[in-house]
Nanobody, 121 residues
Framework: QVQLVESGGGLVQPGGSLSLSCAAS??????MGWFRQAPGKVREFVAA????????YYADSVKGRFTISRDNAKNTVYLRMNSLKPEDTAVYYC????????????????WGQGTQVTVSS
């Protein structure tokens, strides 16, 4: 059975940093990524990475501030978030796909339960 388990969310002040992790079990994936959903908004793409990190992609809103990485030995994907802004507040979801890196949620077959990130003073 495939499971994606996220951890690392929390409350942080604007300008601060936070790291998320997502451990996959049951199989490995060509692509792992992160999406987020704020209250009243649709789920949006944040970042994704191919298995060996040769192909990474970021939403324009997080480019230069967030970094996605993978540890294949641990079957885990990470999201390091720096210079956080209040508009980054959302539930962050880990997602996994057997296909290539893509920004569309429909291309991802497996999802984590979500972890809350709140950026507020």
């Amino acid at each position: 059975q495939v499971q994606l388990v996220e951890s690392g969310g929390g409350l942080v002040q604007p300008g601060g940093s936070l790291s998320l992790s997502c451990a996959a079990s049951g199989r490995t994936f060509a692509t792992m990524g992160w999406f987020r959903q704020a209250p009243g908004k649709v789920r949006e793409f944040v970042a994704a990475s191919s298995r060996y990190g040769g192909n990474t992609y970021y939403a324009d809103s997080v480019k230069g501030r967030f970094t996605i990485s993978r540890d294949n030995a641990k079957n885990t994907v990470y999201l390091r978030m720096n210079s956080l802004k209040p508009e980054d507040t959302a539930v962050y979801y880990c997602a996994a796909s057997p296909g290539p890196v893509d920004t569309h949620p429909r291309e991802y077959n497996y999802w984590g339960q979500g972890t809350q990130v709140t950026v507020s003073s």
